[in-house]
């Protein structure tokens, strides 16, 4: 069974850091694209960046040049840092892999940006 299990989220005021972590387990975690997605109060989950087993990074236009998506593949673990954050950033962020046809996700981490 696959698990994912985000972490990181907090409170931040604008124009702070955080970074998120994903730790996956039961997974060939080394060929997976991961992937990070969040949903803001009253909106649908979007696309926030993700990352292919070989390093290619695929980000939303609205964390370009904010966010930066990594991966540990010795720990199995995904990271987003976020730099310069937004209250627009505000959202449960969730972490994701597909495999087979099948998208896999953790619970989630609320980040909150706010004065």
């Known amino acids: 069974q696959v698990q994912l299990e985000e972490s990181g989220g907090g409170v931040v005021q604008p124009g702070g850091s955080l970074r998120l972590s994903c730790a996956a387990s039961?997974?060939?975690?080394?060929?997976?694209?991961m992937g990070w997605y969040r949903r803001a109060p009253g909106e649908q989950r979007e696309l926030v960046a993700t990352i292919t087993g070989g390093g290619s990074t695929n980000y939303a236009d609205s964390v370009k040049g904010r966010f930066t998506i990594s991966r540990d593949n010795a720990k199995n673990t995904v990271y987003l840092q976020m730099n310069s954050l937004k209250p627009e950033d505000t959202a449960v962020y969730y972490c994701?892999?597909?495999?087979?046809?099948?998208?896999?996700w953790g619970k989630g981490t609320l980040v909150t940006v706010s004065s």
């Open positions: 039961r997974i060939i975690f080394s060929i997976s694209r």
């Open positions: 994701n892999v597909p495999i087979l046809g099948t998208d896999y």
